[in-house]
């Protein structure tokens, strides 16, 4: 079975650039999880969606984050502008119901 | 609020070596456990939990007992393989597996 797809898997690019970040859920699941993984603050919710509607975004950073669930099976989360500090692994994970979150590979995001 | 602290690594143990990873909670009500592995260069993957006291999740002979009078959930493996080097993060969940608390992560290295 496909688990979480996530897209780039690596994005290298100049401070300032908006930076796109795509996620497909594992089929079948309802909700969607966004964290950011740093050596300096370890893993971080950033937000999570449940039927494609957005219920806790208290994680995201600041205004220049967004993200955003138009279908089941899609969800992207948006840098714009980006800055250095915003250089992580962005996982996206999945889950049905009460089962266990399933992760996806991360992008590794560097900001120059 | 809810908090998972973890023993601080890094952990560096000869192949076959007890290992032992601590973990403690703090959370109102009565807390889903669980243990999450991240193997280098890919996403968490669930590696066993638990979901009332006194309960004893075990895989891949790892294992852990959810004791509710030390609020603890300890990792403990007979003998360690090199294949187990990885990042293993204790987590909770208010009953609810949507939101999930991380803990900050241990590395392990397990040497020939």
């Known amino acids: 079975d496909a688990g979480v797809i996530q897209s780039p898997r690596h994005e290298v690019t100049e401070m300032g650039q908006e930076v796109t970040l795509r996620c497909k859920p594992i089929?079948?699941?309802?909700?969607l999880f966004w964290y950011r993984q740093t050596m300096m603050r370890g893993l971080e919710l950033l937000i999570y969606?449940?039927?494609?509607?957005?219920?806790?975004d208290s994680g995201m950073p600041e205004d220049r984050f967004s993200a955003k669930m138009p279908n089941a099976s899609f969800s992207t989360l948006k840098i714009q502008p980006s800055e250095p500090r915003d250089s992580a692994v962005y996982f996206c994970?999945?889950?049905?119901?009460?089962?266990?979150?399933?992760f996806g590979d991360g992008t590794r995001l560097s900001i120059l | 609020g809810n908090s998972v602290t973890q023993m601080e690594g890094p952990v560096t143990l000869s192949e076959e070596a007890f290992l032992t990873i601590n973990c403690t909670y703090t959370a109102t009500g009565y807390p889903s456990l669980f243990w999450y592995v991240q193997y280098p260069g890919e996403g968490l993957q669930l590696l066993l939990k638990a979901t009332k006291a006194d309960d004893k999740g075990s895989n891949k002979g790892f294992e852990a007992t959810y004791r509710k009078e030390t609020t603890s959930f300890h990792l403990e493996k007979g003998s360690v393989q090199v294949s187990d080097s990885a990042v293993y993060f204790c987590?909770?969940?208010?009953?609810?597996?949507?939101?999930?608390?991380f803990g900050p992560g241990t590395s392990l290295s397990v040497i020939p």
């Open positions: 969606f449940n039927n494609n509607v957005p219920i806790d």
């Open positions: 994970a999945s889950s049905r119901g009460s089962g266990p979150q399933h």
């Open positions: 089929s079948g699941h309802n909700s």
């Open positions: 987590a909770l969940s208010d009953n609810s597996y949507d939101k999930v608390i």
